[in-house]
């Protein structure tokens, strides 16, 4: 009888793991599958450097694949190795499984049973680089919501907008150099509620186990001079709103 483990690694650094998740790996069962993306992989190896975690990375690399079909596949292909070949299998996910990851909400969606793993979410991580009173709410979304998907947000609530760098559902969107096509999308979708001098902030939350959180200000108006990283975040003080929410945390 096979197994099907989510492990949520949280956001980058091996400290960010929790106790459960590094008896997961540690203690994995003999012959165990585990998979995972490159920063995953970093990651397993800090704490279980002898659990093998085979790549994903060549989902991501497979041409004119967009990216809800990957998703599907991948789901399929965790299942099927689990309650169909009988293995005991490890799904390795940077950050909390349960924050934007449409291959976890497929696997959990088909009734199976699953063993979650929480991780730390990358929410934790942005919200530490600004000042969130919480009078107003949050409104968190992908980033592609807002670009491309016609969803508008409440100008006198604060978003957090995730995965800036995610600008094509297909495999390209990992190459950080197109990022600016996201950033365009987004900058003019919110200069319809905003104006142009509107403060916002650019918040990195995830990478290699080196990784340190950063954030960067900007007027809305120049937010697609420059690239970002995949896991990239964008927080967009309300309207008219606290003062204390346009600032930087120090």
């Not at 450097?49 to 041409?63: I, R």
């Not at 596949?73 to 990851?101: Q, T, W």
């Not at 905003?194 to 186990?209: D, Q, R, T, W």
């Amino acid at each position: 009888m096979g197994s099907l483990t989510i492990v949520g690694l949280g956001p980058a650094r091996p400290e960010h793991l929790t106790a459960e998740a590094i008896a997961a790996l540690q203690q994995a069962p003999k012959g165990a599958r585990a998979y995972g993306l490159a920063h995953a992989r970093q990651l397993a190896a800090s704490v279980a450097p002898d659990l093998e975690v085979q790549s994903l990375d060549y989902l991501y690399q497979l041409p004119g694949v967009d990216r809800p079909s990957l998703y599907r596949d991948l789901a399929s292909m965790l299942l099927r190795r689990a309650f169909e070949d009988d293995c005991d299998v490890l799904y390795l996910v940077a950050g909390s499984p349960l924050f934007i990851n449409d291959a976890v909400l497929l696997v959990r969606s088909a009734g199976k049973p699953v063993r979650l793993i929480h991780g730390l979410s990358f929410v934790d991580l942005v919200l530490d680089q600004v000042l969130w009173t919480g009078h107003r709410g949050l409104q968190l979304y992908s980033a592609w919501n807002i670009a491309f998907d016609g969803i508008a947000i409440n100008p006198t609530a604060p978003a957090l907008l995730c995965q800036l760098g995610e600008f094509s559902q297909g495999a390209e969107a990992l190459q950080t150099g197109g990022s600016t096509t996201m950033l365009a999308a987004l900058r003019d979708r919110l200069l319809q509620d905003y104006p142009p001098e509107h403060p916002v902030a650019v918040l990195y939350s995830s990478g290699h186990p080196d990784y340190r959180s950063l954030s960067r200000s900007t007027p809305l108006a120049q937010l697609a001079e420059g690239v970002v990283p995949v896991y990239s975040n964008l927080w967009v003080p309300s309207f008219g709103g606290p003062e204390l929410e346009v600032r930087l945390a120090p």
